[in-house]
């Protein structure tokens, strides 16, 4: 499950055309290598949602958590994904670099592709 939670939320960078707060506004999916899969919702309102999809063993849980966002820039030009807990099946916040080229969302060793 918590692999799954990190294909969740994890993040570093900027896009070739340029950074915008609202350039990771999207529908995202990740599936890591152990076919756990999360989708991350990022809308407009700096509003959004995560579906985390977990089998353990056989037996699917799925969770889903609801938060606000925010971007913000470190003195080094990094941009960074602050998420900060609304409501859902457990508490969570996160302030984690990405780095986004096209239509993929890289947050640590995971990759999300735009839906």
Known sequence: ML???ACALASCGDDAEGHSKNSIVGVWKCVDINGDSAILTIKSDHTG???ITVDTS?????????????IS?????????EVIHTSGDTWFEY?????LAGNTLKMGDLIYTRQ
């Not at 056989?58 to 925010?70: G, M």
């Not at 302030?95 to 780095?99: A, G």
């Open 3 to 5: 692999a799954a939670s």
């Open 49 to 51: 949602s995560i579906k």
């Open 58 to 70: 056989r037996a699917t849980v799925t969770l889903t958590e609801y938060f606000n966002w925010n």
């Open 73 to 81: 820039d470190d003195a080094d030009a990094n941009h960074w994904f």
């Open 95 to 99: 302030n984690n670099m990405y780095i």
